[in-house]
């Protein structure tokens, strides 16, 4: 005869549960505990607290049942699926169950304790070998490295102003890279234009490397972009993400293969090679990148030091600020704020350099802005949304969310 | 808490003495940047109490994500079969399940991944599986490219660490849990492709899998012959040669054409099926493609440069599909082969190859995949004449213009120039079989050569012959197959050890295809060490070149084998793929010390291997069952006149001329060529003769006293020389039915003929024809007839009366009906 259970799922992802037998007393414990009923031909199992459902049948032992509450053995048992459960006369012989099984644990945790107290011991000694590794490898000069891979530059369109991005999958694994190259056509660039690349390792997401370059950094010709030594034996793929940042009147082309920027890749032997790129970017590497096309919140810790209610006087102008939100990985930013009273705000979101303009509060007070992130603002820059009113009212504003999406637009 | 409705995705993982990797494995899946996933453990029975705590500490940790189930233990199949039940059950919004070994991770975004490429795949997608990149033992092994079922036979590249979509779950489709010792999830995919789904590879998807040197896995590859074979026996349907053959041309066509002239190259495999154009430049990026990745791209095997000429000299011939697959054969033996077409000046098709220069080549063959990646290798085999060079004669060759391979040289030079746009190849390790040589390796696991390259349109029937000359069987099988194509089969010529096909009227137009054997084994060859009670057996039967034969063969739906020994050895094998064997059967022959010999005393030896046998006369039919046949394998098709008379039957009379006599036929010994030359000289005072005939089995005729006429072949010659003679004159040693005097008779020229084989079964003595003895007094009696019809010309007027009731309404469409009702019947 078959049991069938009321919110099998929740029995099965129990880590500790009990059966009950028709008559025995239900248990005052923090323990999810299901009533074994006669249901007609068969046997229903409805939890003793919430809702239970739909039924299922049971298809195998629930891992985490203790056992089941009954003074004799219930006629169900006989059609449970595998070795039949503990059955516990009463709550005593469940104390002893559970006295049992955490004994069990904290042996368990003993042995575990012991066992990383013995693999941190190890991991230490591993540490300091790297580390005198590294010190005595970068006593030498750095050796050339091997070119991996070389686009031939067919085109360099001037770059329109804002934004622009591309993302390219190489066929090429991450493991042993030393430099990216890209290739610049006509420059004529200051402070407010930024170059970001980034090097990822695609299955993982991580960052295996990460550049932000100034406006007037910006040369013609190849543009070598050094990882500060090799990359870690990663056996994943590479990809670059380059991002663009124009600002208006500056000038830049980027030579382009097909529709992707002409990239060159080199491969260097691991501790041959350490150089320093003032334009590498050392928070960003290692780090996961953020899921592609996911709106991504942030921690509440990036509240902390920020303003996040501001009031506006009549004819008069305030800011809210998060003074450093980390935007690696990110492309675009948005920011959701509410007027909590007052009329009449206009609102502008900012991030390095960059602003969505004057954006008026819709009937109902909300406010949302979207603006691209520049590599100017990687790895961490503070947001800052400006305000003002436009009428002799004025109001308050509170900045309820902020977001960011991972991608290019 | 996750709520049973929000998950959307289930990993399940079955836990069977894995407990310090299973944390890893749940600590992958609970990362994942897709929402909605949770970890179904099913803890396989494990003896380690570790194992089902430390799930139960997932399951704390994780509130409803970690689900916990225990069972008895039933091997790995059995344990993901629960989990995937359970998904199905208790996650009511779930969209795929992703199996998750205990000792494996995924990177966090896998299963975003997965999940994309699965929804996105299109119709049919069943699952999407990833590269594989080995924790551990570090290797990287790629698996990108197109799905193709055909490379799953070939190499399982479908992880079990897939995501199976629940709609391919919903289908029933379950883990066989009988296979304990490995391969259960090759067996599984392709039991998913037999139901019509495919799967998808997801691009950088971060698949971790443990390796080390001792696993499951480790144990299966040890005997990896037997599990191999124990997936062919499972899935027969997929590896049978024709189903390989539809999948291999949807999914890797065997042919490029490249039509001299610079125009779009085909793909294809069928080439009555040319498919559309691919302009010169994507064909040679396919190349550069198939160079850079084989395993991921394909490029078809067989390149032919051909001159369109020579392409429509080979199908007015009928002969494109067997130029296609002696382009297969071809280049087992070189690079790079060719064939040159020569005029045969006759109606005739024969064919040598050897190795030897291709510069006056109408087509050249290449074998894609060193096309792609070593042109300059081809190149040089070219200008070297270091290539397999067959010499086809046959009606309407075009001439020799040199343009196949001068354009084949251009194409190999543009192809060997260092190009800075060729595609990478995949970082990871290139591991799976070449996409262009998969299909001839599932060919031979079974035992096939390269296949006759032929899409199944209808019933296709191969008549098979040793040689097709103008002898009486070749008339008899061409007449039979006539009738078979009115009847809605399509017959098919199979010539097996003759390189040499004589085209009858009709030839053309009956046989759909005119195919020869290549000769390079051992095809019409007794075996000396094999004889059958003293009978030839075929030592073609296992020589390795059956395989080709076999290729040829195995699409038909029936085939008639008649008298060749190499037919003979092929069909059990034929008859294991599903193809109904027939031997035709005409004659129990006597050798030259009147033992027995022959092809009736050979097809003993091959019974067993066939669902029946066609035999001309009852005489043969009783001397069959009489040999051990079983008489409900014996189908009784008596022969018929050999061509459809265009004349009126007219008969004899008693004119005031000379009688007039006719031998025609083969001039061999067996047709008693010193009777006839000592009838002749005896009887040329009052009777006019005609000889008409060649030799076929070789030797010079004897001196008849009068010239030989050539044999006649069309209605019309044949019409004349019956309605000339009165008398058609037979002294044969041996004979089966001999079609001559059922043509003579339908036309009231009366037969003369020894009581050997059946025709006393046609001719009836002093009735409607006159029979001699098969004996030392034959020529004897045949002066002695020839003198009394001379003399008594009414008894010659009604034996020709009679000779032509006995032949009206006696047609090949009657006779072969007890036939077509036999391959009606299943």
Same mark, same amino acid.
């Given at each position: 005869?078959?049991?069938?259970?009321?919110?099998?799922?929740?029995?099965?992802?129990?880590?500790?549960?009990?059966?009950?037998?028709?008559?025995?007393?239900?248990?005052?414990?923090?323990?999810?505990?299901?009533?074994?009923?006669?249901?007609?031909?068969?046997?229903?199992?409805?939890?003793?607290?919430?809702?239970?459902?739909?039924?299922?049948?049971?298809?195998?032992?629930?891992?985490?049942?203790?056992?089941?509450?009954?003074?004799?053995?219930?006629?169900?048992?006989?059609?449970?699926?595998?070795?039949?459960?503990?059955?516990?006369?009463?709550?005593?012989?469940?104390?002893?169950?559970?006295?049992?099984?955490?004994?069990?644990?904290?042996?368990?945790?003993?042995?575990?304790?012991?066992?990383?107290?013995?693999?941190?011991?190890?991991?230490?000694?591993?540490?300091?070998?790297?580390?005198?590794?590294?010190?005595?490898?970068?006593?030498?000069?750095?050796?050339?490295?091997?070119?991996?891979?070389?686009?031939?530059?067919?085109?360099?369109?001037?770059?329109?102003?804002?934004?622009?991005?591309?993302?390219?999958?190489?066929?090429?694994?991450?493991?042993?890279?030393?430099?990216?190259?890209?290739?610049?056509?006509?420059?004529?660039?200051?402070?407010?234009?930024?170059?970001?690349?980034?090097?990822?390792?695609?299955?993982?997401?991580?960052?295996?490397?990460?550049?932000?370059?100034?406006?007037?950094?910006?040369?013609?010709?190849?543009?070598?972009?050094?990882?500060?030594?090799?990359?870690?034996?990663?056996?994943?793929?590479?990809?670059?993400?380059?991002?663009?940042?124009?600002?208006?009147?500056?000038?830049?082309?980027?030579?382009?293969?097909?529709?992707?920027?002409?990239?060159?890749?080199?491969?260097?032997?691991?501790?041959?090679? %350490?150089?320093?790129?003032?334009?590498?970017?050392?928070?960003?590497?290692?780090?996961?990148?953020?899921?592609?096309?996911?709106?991504?919140? %942030?921690?509440?810790?990036?509240?902390?030091?920020?303003?996040?209610?501001?009031?506006?006087?009549?004819?008069?102008?305030?800011?809210?600020?998060?003074?450093?939100?980390?935007?690696?990985? %990110?492309?675009?930013?948005?920011?959701?704020?509410?007027?909590?009273?007052?009329?009449?705000?206009?609102?502008?979101?900012?991030?390095?350099?960059?602003?969505?303009?004057?954006?008026?509060?819709?009937?109902?007070?909300?406010?949302?802005?979207?603006?691209?992130?520049?590599?100017?603002?990687?790895?961490?820059?503070?947001?800052?949304?400006?305000?003002?009113?436009?009428?002799?009212?004025?109001?308050?504003?509170?900045?309820?969310?902020?977001?960011?999406?991972?991608?290019?637009? | 808490?996750?709520?049973?409705?929000?998950?959307?995705?289930?990993?399940?993982?079955?836990?069977?003495?894995?407990?310090?990797?299973?944390?890893?494995?749940?600590?992958?899946?609970?990362?994942?940047?897709?929402?909605?996933?949770?970890?179904?453990?099913?803890?396989?029975?494990?003896?380690?109490?570790?194992?089902?705590?430390?799930?139960?500490?997932?399951?704390?940790?994780?509130?409803?994500?970690?689900?916990?189930?225990?069972?008895?233990?039933?091997?790995?199949?059995?344990?993901?079969?629960?989990?995937?039940?359970?998904?199905?059950?208790?996650?009511?919004?779930?969209?795929?399940?992703?199996?998750?070994?205990?000792?494996?991770?995924?990177?966090?975004?896998?299963?975003?991944?997965?999940?994309?490429?699965?929804?996105?795949?299109?119709?049919?997608?069943?699952?999407?599986?990833?590269?594989?990149?080995?924790?551990?033992?570090?290797?990287?092994?790629?698996?990108?490219?197109?799905?193709?079922?055909?490379?799953?036979?070939?190499?399982?590249?479908?992880?079990?660490?897939?995501?199976?979509?629940?709609?391919?779950?919903?289908?029933?489709?379950?883990?066989?849990?009988?296979?304990?010792?490995?391969?259960?999830? &090759?067996?599984?995919?392709?039991?998913?492709?037999?139901?019509?789904?495919?799967?998808?590879?997801?691009?950088?998807?971060?698949?971790?899998?443990?390796?080390?040197?001792?696993?499951?896995?480790?144990?299966?590859?040890?005997?990896?012959?037997?599990?191999?074979?124990?997936?062919?026996?499972?899935?027969?349907?997929?590896?049978?040669?024709?189903?390989?053959?539809?999948?291999?041309?949807?999914?890797?066509?065997?042919?490029?054409?490249?039509?001299?002239?610079?125009?779009?190259?085909?793909?294809?495999?069928?080439?009555?099926?040319?498919?559309?154009?691919?302009?010169?430049?994507?064909?040679?990026?396919?190349?550069?493609?198939?160079?850079?990745?084989?395993?991921?791209?394909?490029?078809?095997?067989?390149?032919?440069?051909?001159?369109?000429?020579?392409?429509?000299?080979?199908?007015?011939?009928?002969?494109?599909?067997?130029?296609?697959?002696?382009?297969?054969?071809?280049?087992?033996?070189?690079?790079?082969?060719?064939?040159?077409?020569?005029?045969?000046?006759?109606?005739?098709?024969?064919?040598?190859? &050897?190795?030897?220069?291709?510069?006056?080549?109408?087509?050249?063959?290449?074998?894609?995949?060193?096309?792609?990646?070593?042109?300059?290798?081809?190149?040089?085999?070219?200008?070297?004449?270091?290539?397999?060079?067959?010499?086809?004669?046959?009606?309407?060759?075009?001439?020799?213009?040199?343009?196949?391979?001068?354009?084949?040289?251009?194409?190999?030079?543009?192809?060997?120039?260092?190009?800075?746009?060729?595609?990478?190849?995949?970082?990871?390790?290139?591991?799976?079989?070449?996409?262009?040589?998969?299909?001839?390796?599932?060919?031979?696991?079974?035992?096939?050569?390269?296949?006759?390259?032929?899409?199944?349109?209808?019933?296709?029937?191969?008549?098979?012959?040793?040689?097709?000359?103008?002898?009486?069987?070749?008339?008899?099988?061409?007449?039979?197959?006539?009738?078979?194509?009115?009847?809605?089969?399509?017959?098919?010529?199979?010539?097996?050890?003759?390189?040499?096909?004589?085209?009858?009227?009709?030839?053309?137009?009956?046989?759909?295809?005119?195919?020869?054997?290549?000769?390079?084994?051992?095809?019409?060859?007794?075996?000396?060490?094999?004889?059958?009670?003293?009978?030839?057996?075929?030592?073609?039967?296992?020589?390795?070149?059956?395989?080709?034969?076999?290729?040829?063969?195995?699409?038909?739906?029936?085939?008639?084998?008649?008298?060749?020994?190499?037919?003979?050895?092929?069909?059990?094998?034929?008859?294991?793929?599903?193809?109904?064997?027939?031997?035709?059967?005409?004659?129990?022959?006597?050798?030259?010390?009147?033992?027995?010999?022959?092809?009736?005393?050979?097809?003993?030896?091959?019974?067993?291997?066939?669902?029946?046998?066609?035999?001309?006369?009852?005489?043969?039919?009783?001397?069959?069952?009489?040999?051990?046949?079983?008489?409900?394998?014996?189908?009784?098709?008596?022969?018929?006149?050999?061509?459809?008379?265009?004349?009126?039957?007219?008969?004899?009379?008693?004119?005031?001329?000379?009688?007039?006599?006719?031998?025609?036929?083969?001039?061999?010994?067996?047709?008693?060529?010193?009777?006839?030359?000592?009838?002749?000289?005896?009887?040329?005072?009052?009777?006019?003769?005609?000889?008409?005939?060649?030799?076929?089995?070789?030797?010079?005729?004897?001196?008849?006293?009068?010239?030989?006429?050539?044999?006649?072949?069309? &209605?019309?010659?044949?019409?004349?020389?019956?309605?000339?003679?009165?008398?058609?004159?037979?002294?044969?040693?041996?004979?089966?039915?001999?079609?001559?005097?059922?043509?003579?008779?339908?036309?009231?020229?009366?037969?003369?003929?020894?009581?050997?084989?059946?025709?006393?079964?046609?001719?009836?003595?002093?009735?409607?024809?006159?029979?001699?003895?098969?004996?030392?007094?034959?020529?004897?009696?045949?002066?002695?007839?020839?003198?009394?019809?001379?003399?008594?010309?009414?008894?010659?007027?009604?034996?020709?009366?009679?000779?032509? &009731?006995?032949?009206?309404?006696?047609?090949?469409?009657?006779?072969?009906?007890?036939?077509?009702?036999?391959?009606?019947?299943?």
């Amino acid at each position: 005869m078959t049991l069938l259970v009321e919110d099998l799922p929740g029995l099965m992802s129990a880590p500790a549960a009990l059966l009950l037998a028709e008559d025995a007393p239900a248990l005052d414990l923090p323990l999810p505990q299901w009533r074994v009923r006669a249901d007609g031909a068969g046997w229903r199992a409805v939890p003793e607290r919430g809702a239970g459902g739909t039924a299922l049948p049971l298809p195998a032992a629930p891992g985490g049942l203790l056992g089941v509450l009954s003074a004799g053995a219930p006629a169900w048992l006989a059609d449970w699926p595998g070795d039949a459960p503990a059955l516990l006369p009463d709550a005593t012989a469940l104390s002893a169950l559970l006295a049992a099984r955490l004994l069990g644990a904290e042996a368990r945790l003993g042995d575990l304790a012991a066992s990383l107290t013995t693999l941190r011991a190890e991991h230490e000694e591993g540490r300091v070998a790297m580390a005198h590794w590294l010190r005595s490898a970068g006593q030498e000069a750095p050796q050339p490295p091997t070119l991996l891979h070389a686009d031939t530059p067919q085109a360099a369109p001037g770059l329109p102003q804002g934004l622009s991005h591309w993302r390219r999958v190489l066929p090429l694994e991450v493991a042993g890279m030393a430099a990216v190259a890209l290739h610049l056509g006509t420059v004529s660039a200051g402070p407010g234009t930024a170059l970001g690349v980034r090097l990822v390792a695609e299955e993982s997401g991580r960052v295996a490397g990460a550049w932000r370059v100034p406006g007037e950094a910006l040369g013609e010709g190849w543009l070598m972009l050094d990882l500060p030594m090799p990359a870690p034996p990663w056996r994943e793929t590479a990809a670059l993400e380059i991002t663009a940042a124009l600002a208006p009147h500056d000038v830049l082309a980027l030579s382009m293969t097909g529709d992707a920027p002409a990239v060159q890749l080199l491969r260097a032997r691991g501790a041959a090679r %350490f150089l320093h790129s003032p334009w590498w970017l050392e928070e960003e590497a290692g780090r996961p990148m953020p899921p592609e096309g996911v709106w991504c919140g %942030f921690p509440a810790s990036i509240w902390q030091g920020a303003t996040r209610v501001a009031r506006v006087p009549g004819h008069g102008q305030a800011m809210l600020e998060i003074p450093a939100l980390p935007l690696a990985g %990110f492309g675009m930013l948005r920011a959701e704020l509410r007027l909590v009273g007052g009329s009449e705000v206009q609102a502008a979101l900012e991030c390095a350099g960059r602003g969505t303009g004057w954006v008026d509060a819709q009937r109902d007070g909300h406010l949302a802005m979207s603006l691209a992130v520049s590599p100017a603002a990687w790895p961490v820059a503070p947001v800052r949304v400006q305000l003002r009113a436009l009428g002799g009212g004025g109001g308050a504003v509170e900045w309820r969310e902020i977001r960011a999406v991972r991608g290019g637009s | 808490m996750m709520a049973a409705g929000e998950v959307t995705v289930a990993c399940v993982i079955p836990a069977y003495g894995q407990p310090g990797l299973l944390p890893e494995a749940l600590n992958s899946a609970m990362t994942q940047t897709l929402p909605g996933v949770a970890a179904v453990v099913v803890d396989d029975g494990c003896p380690f109490p570790e194992t089902s705590a430390q799930a139960r500490a997932a399951a704390a940790r994780h509130p409803g994500r970690v689900h916990v189930l225990r069972q008895a233990n039933g091997g790995l199949s059995a344990a993901r079969n629960t989990g995937i039940d359970y998904a199905l059950a208790a996650f009511p919004n779930l969209r795929a399940v992703y199996l998750l070994d205990a000792d494996n991770r995924i990177e966090p975004h896998f299963l975003r991944r997965a999940l994309d490429v699965l929804e996105q795949g299109g119709p049919g997608t069943g699952w999407a599986y990833p590269d594989i990149d080995s924790l551990g033992m570090e290797e990287c092994s790629d698996t990108s490219g197109e799905f193709s079922l055909l490379l799953l036979m070939q190499d399982n590249f479908c992880e079990a660490g897939s995501l199976i979509s629940r709609a391919m779950l919903e289908k029933g489709l379950r883990f066989d849990t009988s296979l304990r010792q490995g391969f259960e999830d &090759a067996e599984f995919w392709l039991r998913a492709a037999r139901a019509g789904f495919v799967g998808r590879h997801i691009p950088q998807s971060g698949f971790r899998y443990r390796r080390r040197a001792e696993s499951m896995l480790a144990d299966s590859e040890r005997i990896r012959p037997v599990l191999q074979e124990e997936l062919r026996r499972r899935n027969r349907e997929l590896w049978h040669p024709a189903s390989i053959l539809r999948m291999e041309a949807r999914e890797l066509p065997r042919h490029a054409l490249l039509p001299v002239g610079g125009t779009p190259a085909h793909v294809f495999m069928d080439p009555e099926e040319p498919g559309p154009p691919v302009p010169r430049a994507e064909f040679r990026a396919m190349l550069a493609r198939a160079a850079a990745d084989p395993a991921s791209h394909h490029i078809p095997h067989v390149v032919m440069v051909a001159e369109p000429a020579a392409l429509a000299a080979l199908a007015a011939n009928r002969m494109l599909h067997a130029a296609w697959w002696f382009g297969s054969v071809l280049l087992r033996h070189r690079r790079v082969a060719g064939m040159v077409l020569d005029e045969s000046g006759d109606e005739r098709i024969s064919f040598r190859h &050897a190795g030897g220069s291709l510069e006056d080549a109408q087509i050249i063959f290449l074998r894609g995949q060193e096309l792609a990646e070593t042109p300059e290798q081809l190149r040089r085999d070219l200008s070297n004449g270091d290539a397999w060079r067959m010499r086809l004669f046959l009606p309407g060759a075009p001439e020799v213009t040199g343009e196949a391979t001068a354009e084949a040289q251009a194409e190999l030079a543009m192809l060997g120039t260092p190009n800075g746009d060729a595609p990478p190849r995949p970082w990871r390790n290139v591991w799976r079989c070449a996409r262009s040589r998969v299909a001839d390796r599932l060919y031979a696991s079974v035992g096939v050569g390269a296949p006759l390259p032929r899409l199944k349109q209808g019933r296709d029937i191969g008549i098979v012959q040793p040689l097709h000359s103008r002898g009486g069987v070749e008339r008899v099988l061409l007449r039979q197959a006539e009738v078979l194509r009115r009847a809605g089969w399509t017959p098919h010529l199979f010539v097996s050890e003759r390189a040499d096909v004589t085209l009858l009227p009709g030839t053309r137009d009956t046989y759909e295809t005119i195919n020869l054997f290549p000769g390079f084994g051992p095809e019409g060859a007794p075996d000396p060490a094999r004889a059958y009670f003293g009978a030839e057996t075929a030592a073609y039967g296992h020589d390795p070149n059956s395989a080709e034969g076999l290729g040829l063969l195995f699409g038909m739906d029936a085939v008639l084998i008649t008298h060749s020994l190499a037919g003979h050895a092929l069909a059990a094998r034929l008859r294991r793929f599903g193809v109904r064997c027939f031997m035709g059967l005409h004659l129990a022959e006597r050798g030259a010390w009147n033992q027995p010999a022959g092809q009736a005393f050979s097809g003993l030896a091959y019974e067993h291997a066939y669902d029946g046998a066609l035999v001309i006369s009852e005489q043969l039919r009783r001397w069959c069952i009489g040999q051990g046949w079983p008489a409900s394998k014996l189908i009784l098709v008596p022969n018929a006149p050999g061509y459809d008379s265009q004349a009126v039957p007219v008969a004899r009379g008693t004119p005031q001329r000379r009688l007039r006599a006719l031998f025609l036929g083969r001039l061999d010994a067996q047709k008693g060529l010193e009777r006839l030359t000592d009838t002749i000289r005896a009887t040329q005072d009052f009777i006019d003769w005609r000889v008409a005939g060649k030799p076929v089995l070789g030797g010079a005729p004897p001196d008849f006293g009068v010239p030989v006429e050539p044999p006649a072949d069309s &209605a019309r010659d044949l019409d004349a020389l019956y309605g000339w003679a009165d008398i058609l004159f037979l002294p044969s040693r041996f004979e089966g039915v001999p079609l001559t005097i059922l043509e003579a008779q339908r036309l009231g020229c009366v037969p003369l003929a020894t009581d050997v084989g059946a025709v006393a079964e046609i001719v009836a003595h002093g009735q409607d024809g006159w029979l001699l003895p098969n004996d030392a007094q034959c020529t004897q009696a045949a002066v002695a007839a020839l003198r009394a019809l001379d003399a008594d010309r009414s008894l010659l007027a009604g034996l020709s009366a009679a000779a032509i &009731a006995r032949l009206r309404g006696r047609g090949w469409d009657a006779m072969m009906r007890p036939f077509l009702e036999r391959l009606d019947t299943p």
